[in-house]
């Protein structure tokens, strides 16, 4: 169901967005922001977008300082690019917690207008975790060899996602997963698995099915960020059939592999995907 519009597109209401006192105290912001982008985004042509998107949202945003009521298409005449990997450039830095849209409604018509998009300060995003509460020790609790079993059991249980998983895991982090292996990919699969050897297998699989397009360069299918896109839905999707109990006679690579092809042709003829 979509959500009542509230907020008038109107001079008072930009001003009542903004959170910034100054100019200066917007540009130290946008700093901060590049440094905290160029430290999390991997891949160097993203993080000239997002880096450009900010620069501009901050341009046009200093007479409500902080507020900003371009719209996309605008946005996207301005950066040279589609108005679909404007939308994407902006819910990356929505997630990232730099900015936010609001709603917005004419007044004479009372009609949606174009949302207005404000720069969030450092300190509503990045505060200070605060220090976990130290805990005294329990006494030691005498345990019999029935409840010990119980224990062991009902661990193995909650490990456990399917027959599929490694049962044989402990809860440490995977250890020494090869370099070539992407964070982002490594991050969701070791929820599961977590030998680094399974985990590098997957990636394999991924690499396999992103064939190479012209060999005299080496150029592949699909690009880095796109083939990381694809193998990140490819092993969600996987996981569900784990969970709902499917049966993989042939093995787990074997089926994920045919989920990979599956999202890969599908992929290859989306314009807007391919476009990026």
Known sequence: MKKRIDVIANEESFNNLSSFTDVEDLNKTIRKYKELIKAAVKRSDVQARLIALLELLKRHSCKQIGVSYMCKNTIADKMELSYKTIQRLIKKLEDFGMIRQIAMKRKKDMLQTANAIVIQPVEDNMSDKT?????KKCPTIKTTTY?????????RKAVSLSSHVDNSVDNKEPNFVAHWVPERFIGLVSCFYKKAETIQEFWRVVKQ?????????????????QELHIAITAFKEFVMKVKSGKKMNKGIFAYFNGIVNKLMDKFYFDSDFMCD
């Open 131 to 135: 220090s976990p509460k130290k805990f």
């Open 147 to 155: 409840s010990l079993k119980q224990k062991i059991n009902n661990k």
């Open 209 to 225: 099915c992103n064939k190479v397009v012209n060999h005299v360069d080496g150029e592949r299918a699909f690009s880095e960020e």
